[in-house]
């Protein structure tokens, strides 16, 4: 897990980005699969679901940190 979250804060704020509709994607994928009652995609969306968290804070990091920089 540590090296998920390594991966995610060497990315840039449009790779991020781009990261997090691709999640967003994969978790609506992932709903219908379970609708349709394959469970193993359960695991998956449970660890999409945590991936797009992730990568929403670290935006908003980047988002916070250039903010602070213009105010300086």
């Known amino acids: 897990m540590a090296r998920r979250v390594e991966r995610f804060r060497e990315m840039s704020a449009n790779e991020l980005d781009i990261q997090q509709r691709e999640l967003s994607e994969q978790?609506?994928?992932?709903?219908f699969q379970l609708a349709s009652g394959q469970a193993e995609g359960l695991k998956k969306m449970r660890e999409a679901r945590k991936d797009l968290a992730r990568?929403?804070?670290?935006?908003?990091?980047?988002?916070?940190q250039g903010g602070e920089a213009r105010k300086a």
């Open 55 to 64: 990568v929403k804070t670290l935006l908003r990091q980047k988002q916070l």
């Open 27 to 31: 978790i609506f994928r992932l709903r």
